[in-house]
């Protein structure tokens, strides 16, 4: 029953060094929590069961269900989070006023996580509801550019959110920020041809890959930036073509699943990192190398 802290981190990212030195800091002063190093890269289906795409992530788990996340090396945001799970066994009044302002930013940041966001059972790959599967098919139909959030996978959210918006039920649909209603209302928004004029249309995928590739003379397609990689070979990569003094773009593929899975189909070549000159594929790290 007592708090698990899970840290998925990388050797080669200094920044996870830094916070296991914070992590055993705290382990020190919270001896009823238990702190957990997990090597994300050597675990591959277990980072993707629970979506973690960079280093460091910080799992919180209680009772065995996932309860809270942070993502990157946030120190004080780490020591927070876990001295308010830890003795939220003995939640005072106050401190649970301060747990459900808390939770309004959260909803209120997923809300506008992207222009169009659907809260649902399951994801659109796999939903896990009837009205689920019939909100997607609809929004895919009409080409709607959308994300999405399993409210399966977050307690705190699922509950929370029906407060926040005054809607009982799921799936929920939002634009700009803006709840428009669930399966019913999208119906008659469908029928009316009004869906159409609310939510933003997906650009064709081939069209936006083509557009990010030619965005610049020399384009890479990697895991992170230019600034700081999150794999091995993405950093070996930044690392030769600094040394070459070559100017050069980048993309972050982990920001966008959707430009990390066409690009695989798109150029036919399965990995990452990708460099492109002038709208054609070199290679990867060992052409470049």
């Given at each position: 029953r007592s708090l698990a802290v899970v840290h998925f981190w990388a050797p080669w990212a200094p920044q996870c060094a830094q916070m296991n030195e914070v992590m055993a800091a705290l382990a020190k002063e919270h001896t009823q929590v238990s702190f957990v190093k997990l090597e994300a890269e050597a675990v591959p289906e277990v980072s993707e069961k629970?979506?973690?795409?960079?280093?460091p992530t910080f799992l919180f788990f209680k009772n065995s269900q996932k309860i809270d996340r942070l993502d990157g090396a946030h120190a004080p945001e780490l020591t927070k989070k876990v001295q308010r799970h830890a003795s939220s066994s003995s939640i005072s009044v106050g401190s649970n006023e301060t747990a459900k302002e808390d939770l309004n930013v959260r909803l209120k940041k997923l809300i506008n996580a992207a222009p169009c966001m659907l809260f649902m059972k399951g994801s659109p790959k796999e939903p896990r509801c009837g009205f689920s599967k019939q909100m997607v098919e609809i929004l895919n139909k009409h080409g709607?550019?959308?994300?999405?959030?399993?409210i399966f996978s977050d307690e705190e959210v699922r509950q929370g959110l029906k407060t926040y918006s005054n809607?009982?039920?799921y799936p929920q649909l939002y634009v700009a920020g803006e709840l428009i209603g669930g399966l019913d209302i999208v119906k008659e928004l469908e029928a009316s041809g009004e869906l159409d004029t609310i939510c933003p249309k997906t650009q064709k995928l081939?069209?936006?890959?083509?557009?990010?590739i030619n965005k610049a003379p020399v384009m890479l397609f990697m895991k992170g930036s230019k600034q700081m990689a999150k794999c091995g070979f993405s950093k070996q990569i930044l690392e030769i073509l600094n040394n070459t003094g070559v100017d050069y773009e980048t993309f972050d593929i982990l920001e966008d699943e959707e430009v990390r899975q066409g690009l695989k189909t798109f150029s036919n070549w399965p990995t990452y990192p990708q460099l492109y000159v002038k709208g054609e594929l070199v290679g990867g790290l060992d052409i470049v190398k």
């Amino acid at each position: 029953r007592s708090l698990a802290v899970v840290h998925f981190w990388a050797p080669w990212a200094p920044q996870c060094a830094q916070m296991n030195e914070v992590m055993a800091a705290l382990a020190k002063e919270h001896t009823q929590v238990s702190f957990v190093k997990l090597e994300a890269e050597a675990v591959p289906e277990v980072s993707e069961k629970y979506g973690i795409t960079s280093v460091p992530t910080f799992l919180f788990f209680k009772n065995s269900q996932k309860i809270d996340r942070l993502d990157g090396a946030h120190a004080p945001e780490l020591t927070k989070k876990v001295q308010r799970h830890a003795s939220s066994s003995s939640i005072s009044v106050g401190s649970n006023e301060t747990a459900k302002e808390d939770l309004n930013v959260r909803l209120k940041k997923l809300i506008n996580a992207a222009p169009c966001m659907l809260f649902m059972k399951g994801s659109p790959k796999e939903p896990r509801c009837g009205f689920s599967k019939q909100m997607v098919e609809i929004l895919n139909k009409h080409g709607v550019s959308f994300s999405s959030f399993d409210i399966f996978s977050d307690e705190e959210v699922r509950q929370g959110l029906k407060t926040y918006s005054n809607w009982p039920t799921y799936p929920q649909l939002y634009v700009a920020g803006e709840l428009i209603g669930g399966l019913d209302i999208v119906k008659e928004l469908e029928a009316s041809g009004e869906l159409d004029t609310i939510c933003p249309k997906t650009q064709k995928l081939e069209d936006r890959l083509k557009n990010l590739i030619n965005k610049a003379p020399v384009m890479l397609f990697m895991k992170g930036s230019k600034q700081m990689a999150k794999c091995g070979f993405s950093k070996q990569i930044l690392e030769i073509l600094n040394n070459t003094g070559v100017d050069y773009e980048t993309f972050d593929i982990l920001e966008d699943e959707e430009v990390r899975q066409g690009l695989k189909t798109f150029s036919n070549w399965p990995t990452y990192p990708q460099l492109y000159v002038k709208g054609e594929l070199v290679g990867g790290l060992d052409i470049v190398k």
